[in-house]
């Protein structure tokens, strides 16, 4: 008869669950329940390691590049499987799927703001700024960009970017500068 090895994982609760089968694991991704970076376990090993890092798993796991959040539209390096700002998995979980874990407070729906970056530099050109401001544009993405506008300041060239963005406001140290 044919053993089928069994694991254990640690949820986002920090909680341990399992024996699990490796089908189980897989339905768990399939709806948003544990992602590349859950720590898991193999029976009769001592050593947790990422879901990500077990060859049984690792094709699960796109090596594409960055990804927009579906629910916040922010933009993510290719390197993250859950949004830094939201904490939505890079996988839309299944609306009606249970989740290991309870929702976290944090996890309310902020209101769309408007924000801006603003880039400026008595040595740089015009043509610079434009650069390092549509560069900006491009990491985070269209679907945010309102526009780009520019203007002089005390001899200064000042080009800023508008865009959406959810959660609370950022503590702005000053524009970007050029020099």
């Known amino acids: 008869m044919f053993h089928k090895l069994m694991y254990k994982i640690i949820g986002a609760d920090r909680a341990e669950y399992g024996p699990v089968s490796a089908e189980q694991i897989r339905q768990w991704l399939t709806e948003g329940r544990a992602d590349s970076q859950t720590k898991v376990r ?10 990500a890092e077990v ?3 690792a094709a699960a796991f796109p090596s594409s590049g960055p990804w927009t959040c579906s629910k916040c539209g922010e933009r993510i390096e290719k390197q993250f499987d859950s949004c830094w700002r939201c904490s939505t998995p890079r996988r839309s979980p299944t609306a009606a799927a249970p989740s290991l874990t309870p929702p976290l407070a944090s996890e309310t729906k902020a209101a769309w703001r408007v924000e801006y970056e603003m880039f400026q530099g008595t040595w740089v050109t015009w043509e610079g700024l434009f650069t390092q ?22 001899g200064d060239g000042v080009v800023a970017v508008w865009y959406w963005t959810q959660g609370p406001a950022s503590a702005r140290s000053g524009p970007k500068s050029a020099m």
């Open 42 to 51: 193999g029976e009769g090993s001592e050593e947790w390691k990422p879901l």
């Open 55 to 57: 060859p049984e798993f």
């Open 133 to 154: 401001a549509a560069s900006f544009a491009a990491e985070i993405g269209r679907e945010r960009l309102i526009g780009i506008s520019h203007s002089a300041d005390r």
